[in-house]
């Protein structure tokens, strides 16, 4: 069992947990993720893991509720526990002297970026981080991810906390600006795919984490598979991080969505078992 030592909403469908796992914490670098299991029937889900603890062991998550899993998460407080976590599972994020690195981060995915961003800082880079999301109240880890910038820089689709606009904007002033050696985007697949477009449009290499639907996390399964410079890869072993350019977008697109009916069906039947549990 994994005991949960800290929980905060950040903001509406998104959380924030600390857990106690000392050997995680004690192995996880940037860009790594576990998979976990609430209870004996529930499913494996695999969360990025956005900073750790090491003294204390702990491993920080921070997730969005999606469907049934992440709503039932949702529910849990400081003191439950999980009955699984595995990891720190992926391969690392390559952190190095680049010089200048640009770090793209949308919603949730700022939970992924932030410990890139730290390690980047850390190695010694020039950090320009830009974070974007649709309105202000969604914008996390804003004073984190300062913390380790040299210039963070914040838009909103709704004008509401920086610059009113998209991240390719904002990507597209920093490089007309400055030479930017090497960058990095999570965040939705469609940002992910303008953000690499983006890029290509000035070779500059950019580097994304994908998030397909894993089960074992160990490359058994091939749930996970997405296709790289033309050949099939596991994200989970091979990934999640791989250069934008080789990915196939619309493949990768289309096959996040493959599941959404039964998904939003699950969370349905969820929220009204649980209506019914609470009267």
Known sequence: MFKITRSEELSQNEFDFWIDAPR???????????ILRIDEKGERIPLTIADVDAEKGEVRLIFQVIGKTTAALSKLKKGDSLLDLTGPLGMP??????????????????????PILKGL???????????????????????ECR????????????GSLGMKGLVT?????VIA????????????????????????????PIYVSLNPIMIDGTGMCGGCRV?????????????PEFKGSEVNWDEFISRMRQYQPEE???LSDYQKAQVNQHG
């Open 93 to 114: 994020t390559e952190i190095e002297n680049y010089g200048t690195v640009m770090i793209v981060g949308g919603g949730v995915g700022i939970a992924a970026i932030f």
């Open 227 to 239: 296709t790289i410079d033309g050949s099939i890869k596991f994200a989970c072993v091979d990934g």
């Open 177 to 204: 600006r400055e030479p930017v050696n090497c960058s990095w985007a999570i965040g939705p697949s469609i940002m992910m795919k303008f953000c690499t477009l983006t890029a290509e449009k000035h070779q500059l």
């Open 169 to 173: 904007e904002a990507m597209e002033q």
């Open 264 to 266: 939003q069906a699950s």
């Open 24 to 34: 995680i914490a004690k192995k996880a670098k940037p860009g790594q993720f576990v």
């Open 147 to 158: 913390q380790y910038s040299d210039e963070l820089i914040i838009t909103t689709d709704d």
């Open 121 to 143: 800082k850390q190695a010694g880079n020039r950090v320009i981080t830009i974070l974007g999301a649709k309105t202000a109240e969604l914008v996390i880890l804003q004073e």
